[in-house]
């Protein structure tokens, strides 16, 4: 009704001027009743025809992070044979939105103005919905045109500082405190592991120098053998059910890269399953590759989290306690309120039946403070 209000008292306003017009005979009021016919017409036609004058492209790039704006560019390219004048244009895209003001493109010219798409969401997009409203020249009607731009971009989800990475279920029964567990394997480490043939680029402080002299004749060096150590893989489990609310498969995501991230940071190979996805996790991840795959996951079923190091998974109500050796629980209800997940007395009952197994539980709400860590 506010659209048509100001329309409406105009045509009204000229009807009652036509009125008068024809019982008193003043001429001069049939021609201000046209002007106000007159003016509501243009007014109904002329926004459409400057919105629809113009052609549009957006500039982005090509990668973001959730939640940061994300600042892009738009070319409005006057495509009619006169100037274009007052046109909004608002951008739909990255699961944000964002808008500009072109005050006036001249016939074949171009006109650029920057905006920021506020709170892009995560996920991979090839373009979206930019929309061109104008309501030149009196404001009385809005003209809308609206287009698919394409523009390819991956939203990285967003990311937070992990203090340490959970002791694997392999550390020692004494219980020393260390971040990840080890295992020995041929390397420049510290302890000894044997005595081979000296090999080209070996370092020559590892030459066994008595061993050598035993060989000399034959003019053939020995080297010594250290041990070092590594740890063992990573493995995570991520709990993207489709009944869990929006908001906590998005925590789920974020807390799934910042952990491997991490865990890439100590020089950990790393092993994740999101369940059933387009694309498999990457065989040698690198921090952009996984971001890359955050990006793109989508709810599905849960995996199986049995022998996973670690498994992030929202509070819903569950018959069994997951399989894995520390348990991430994202809450349904710090996030979403009451609903048809766990109360938090349930999940304070959940924890302590994860602690009292002997393994680890940690939940994550909407507020991380960082660095956040399992304790």
Sequence with gaps: MRAWGKPALLVCLGLVLYLIATTSGAGWL?????????????????????????????????????????????????????????????????????????????????????????????????????????????????????????????????????????????????????????????????????????????????IAWRQSARSLASGRLSVVELAQETAPPLSLALDLDPRAPSAVREMAVSATASIVLRALGKGRAVLADAGPQRAAFPEAPDPDAVLAWCAGLEPATPPEAGGAGIAIVPTLKRDRLPAAATVVLVSCHEFAGAGPWMTPEEERTFVEGIEASGRTAAVLGPDVREPWGFS
């Design 30 to 206: 049939y021609v201000v009743a046209s002007g106000v016919v007159g003016v509501v017409l243009v007014s109904a036609a002329a926004p459409l025809w400057n919105a629809r004058g113009v052609e549009v492209e957006r500039k982005a790039p090509a990668v973001g992070t959730a939640g940061e704006p994300l600042a892009c560019e738009m070319q409005v390219r006057n495509v009619g044979r006169f100037a274009r004048h007052l046109m909004e244009v608002r951008d739909g895209f990255a699961g944000g939105a964002g808008a500009g003001v072109v005050a006036r493109v001249g016939r074949g010219a171009t006109e650029v103005f920057g905006y920021e798409i506020e709170v892009p969401s995560r996920g991979m997009y090839d373009g979206g919905e930019v929309v061109v409203e104008s309501s030149a020249p009196f404001g009385l009607f809005r003209g809308r045109w609206r287009r698919w731009v394409s523009s390819a971009i991956t939203i990285y989800p967003r990311t937070f500082e992990v203090a340490g990475l959970p002791r694997p279920a392999t550390d020692d029964a004494g219980g020393a405190e260390r971040e990840e567990a080890s295992e020995m394997h041929r390397g420049l480490g510290g302890e000894f592991w044997g005595v081979r043939e000296y090999r080209p680029g070996d370092p020559a402080r590892l």
